[in-house]
């Protein structure tokens, strides 16, 4: 492809695209303007506007994704990232809750959780032994 023209931003402005109408992440170093998969994103826009504005590499990563969705990157890419800017100390993202990683406390019902599994266990291993007791 002859020269290489690729355009290079700083993280401040990449920071300052930062909402659900203007959404860009950082990967690996490449700029991505993920505004048009918000809707798409297989585990919720949320999960992008948690880190819109920002370096997104760990958790791309620690998701798991496979070769279709580095391949998919490709189709939103706009650059790379200038690495002798420094990242902004303000943060820059819309405030969205935290998402639990799989071997987190996904929420503090899990006792509830837990109940609804083993009152039903229980009352059919009463049920059984009642049976057995009474015929």
Request: overall charge negative.
């Amino acid at each position: 492809m002859g020269t290489d023209h690729k355009k290079v931003f700083s993280f401040a402005e990449v920071s300052s695209h930062n909402n659900p109408k203007d959404c860009w992440v950082i990967v690996n170093a490449k700029v991505y303007n993920v505004t048009n998969f918000l809707t798409d994103h297989p585990g919720g826009e949320e999960v992008l506007l948690a880190h819109v504005g920002k370096d997104a590499s760990e958790e791309f990563e620690d998701a798991g994704h496979g070769s279709v969705a580095r391949l998919m990157l490709d189709e939103f890419y706009v650059g790379e990232i200038d690495q002798s800017s420094t990242m902004p100390t303000k943060k820059a993202h819309i405030a969205t809750p935290k998402q639990p990683r799989d071997n987190e406390e996904k929420s503090p019902d899990n006792i509830t959780n837990l109940l609804r599994l083993l009152v039903p266990v229980g009352v059919c291993v009463v049920a059984v032994v009642g049976i057995h007791l009474y015929t």
